[in-house]
């Protein structure tokens, strides 16, 4: 199956400083890409969907300016935390759209963040 | 707003036990219905269901669609401690997913 993979896996951080999280589709190409965070006993919420070459689609009530995203290649896609504070603590998950099934979304591992 | 809703939202059983999770929905422009599986990381794929009627199986798991009802559920026979896990099931509109809130499901020795 498609593999997609995530880093840094964890990462504990100062307020006020920027943490940069990395997705990549390991053997397939991803023109779609998705950032989902998710807080503990809850379910995936759905942050920004990232199209290669263009700007990303923010869903309701996430800051773009806060939570930036760059998806430059066909196998990466950024998420910029700018000025994390305690409350941006979370476990944030990638999504790739698989090729063959294109409603399939394969996740990566996830980031465990930690603003103190 | 597209809204994806499971049932229950958690369940302790025995292993041995059978278990059926369902799953609600109610997506404009509905393509598929995902199932997926959530350990201690990110969810793994399950099952993809687009029609109804179709049962979908893979070992002790089954899944089907009821698409006039906008209702799935997923079936898990013969449960063992390893199937302790959050299930989710999410609906999907253009490559997009709207999840619903999960099911725990703990299954004790």
């Known amino acids: 199956g498609a593999v997609v993979s995530q880093h840094p896996s964890r990462v504990i951080c100062k307020s006020g400083t920027s943490v940069k999280i990395e997705c990549r589709s390991l053997d397939f190409q991803a023109t779609t890409m998705f950032w989902y965070r998710q807080f503990p006993k809850q379910s995936l919420m759905l942050m920004a969907t990232?199209?290669?070459?263009?700007?990303?689609?923010?869903e309701q009530g996430v800051e773009k300016d806060k939570f930036l995203i760059n998806h430059a290649s066909l196998t990466l896609s950024t998420l910029t935390v700018t000025s994390a504070h305690p409350e941006d603590s979370s476990f944030y998950i990638c999504?790739?759209?698989?090729?063959?099934?294109?409603?399939?979304?394969?996740f990566g591992p996830g980031t465990r963040l930690t603003v103190l | 707003e597209d809204k994806v809703v499971q049932s229950p939202l958690s369940l302790v059983v025995h292993e041995g036990d059978t278990v059926t999770l369902n799953c609600s929905y109610e997506?404009?422009?509905?393509?598929?219905l995902l199932w997926y599986k959530q350990e201690k990381k990110a969810p793994t794929f399950l099952f993809m269901l687009t029609s109804s009627g179709i049962e979908k199986k893979s070992g002790r798991l089954s899944s089907i669609l009821d698409k006039k009802e906008l209702f799935s559920i997923l079936n898990i026979t013969a449960t063992q401690t390893g199937d302790s896990a959050i299930y989710l099931c999410a609906g999907t509109s253009y490559g997009k997913l709207t999840f619903g809130q999960g099911t725990i499901l703990t299954v004790h020795p």
């Open positions: 990232s199209n290669e070459g263009s700007k990303a689609t923010y």
């Open positions: 999504s790739a759209l698989g090729t063959s099934q294109t409603d399939t979304q394969y």
């Open positions: 997506v404009t422009n509905f393509r598929s």
